[in-house]
């Protein structure tokens, strides 16, 4: 009998165990450390529901600079996808985790979208 018990008490320590890596290594990959100044700027313009240049627009007036700048440093990104470094710690600062939980949930880093179950 007690053969038993410590085998049950053994698999539970496991299924902890396992859980909490498994909980440690997903958090982790949601760290925006470990996401580019695009999936940030993208993410962003999706939870606040407006366009990229919207938040470069936003981030360029934190800075107070001329709309003409804006203008023209959203004309290069559209261009080479180089994202100014206002915007790109703009993003960085305003996303949060839980909008990238929201944008993986949406958009999984694998790639496409979410299967709809036809087919």
Same mark, same amino acid.
């Given at each position: 009998?007690?053969?038993? /018990? ?74 080479? =996808?180089? /994202? ?20 993986? /949930? ?10 709809? =179950?036809?087919?």
């Amino acid at each position: 009998m007690s053969e038993n /018990i410590g085998y049950l008490i053994g698999l539970t320590v496991l299924a902890v165990v396992y859980i909490a890596v498994r909980n440690y290594l997903s958090s982790r990959s949601l760290k925006k450390s470990n996401r580019s100044d695009e999936e940030l700027l993208s993410t962003l313009a999706m939870v606040r529901r407006c366009s990229s240049f919207d938040i470069f627009k936003t981030a360029g007036e934190e800075w107070n600079f001329s709309e003409g700048k804006i203008q023209s440093d959203f004309q290069v990104y559209l261009r080479t =996808g180089d /994202i100014p470094r206002y915007v790109a710690t703009y993003a960085r600062s305003n996303v949060t985790e839980a909008d990238l939980k929201y944008r993986d /949930i949406i958009y999984p880093r694998g790639g496409g979208r979410p299967s709809s =179950g036809a087919g």
